[in-house]
């Protein structure tokens, strides 16, 4: 149980609960404010994030960037990114099932500090890992579901939409939906603009 973020930062950096320690550039423990109520988890670092030690910076970053924009949300003021295993797995395959549980110690460290209102997850599997195992993402996207007193919510991965900009709308759509639930429950996300 951490009760501060530099001690979570600092174990964090020196992981070696899995395998993934050994051909990581650097461990990608998240980035924003973390005094906001609204927490985005992606699935795990790519090349780009391993290389900067910084969630979503490559093209499905910027884009992510650009419809959190579009709903008054952005990384440096008022929401927390973080993403399910905090280092790369090699060529991007999906985190193995151990690799998920060993890292989640750490989100869930960052979970208890933030005490987001609204959880965000960027594609099926982190959606699978929060709150719906059985999600389907194409039918389910954009649903919030409670759990724990925590509203989640998936919406397409940043990645999918750039294999995939047939989706984008119905990405879009779910980024509106979530700025009417941030102004119901958390309104303070936009004091301040
Ligand atoms: N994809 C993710 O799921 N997370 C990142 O940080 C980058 C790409």
Request: proline share 7%.
């Amino acid at each position: 149980m951490y009760t501060n973020w530099d001690d979570l930062k600092r174990d964090c950096l020196s992981c070696q609960r899995c395998e993934l320690c050994k051909t990581r550039l650097n461990v990608v423990v998240g980035v924003g404010n973390p005094r906001s109520k609204v927490l985005f988890i992606g699935e795990g670092p790519g090349e780009n994030e391993d290389k900067q030690g910084e969630p979503f910076v490559g093209r499905g970053g910027k884009l992510l960037d650009k419809m959190l924009a579009a709903v008054h949300l952005d990384r440096n003021k008022n929401i927390y990114i973080a993403n399910i295993v905090k280092c790369r797995p090699p060529q991007n395959r999906d985190p193995f099932p151990e690799e998920q549980q060993q890292c989640n110690l750490w989100l869930q460290a960052q979970i208890e500090l933030i005490k987001p209102k609204i959880i965000v997850c960027l594609g099926r599997i982190a959606a699978m890992k929060m709150f719906k195992p059985d999600i389907k993402i194409t039918r389910e996207h954009g649903q919030f579901f409670e759990k724990d007193g925590i509203l989640y919510m998936a919406t397409l991965h940043p990645a999918a939409l750039l294999r995939n900009p047939n989706n984008k709308p119905a990405a879009f759509e779910d980024f509106l939906k979530l700025q009417e639930k941030i102004m119901q429950l958390c309104p303070e996300t936009y004091e301040g603009e």
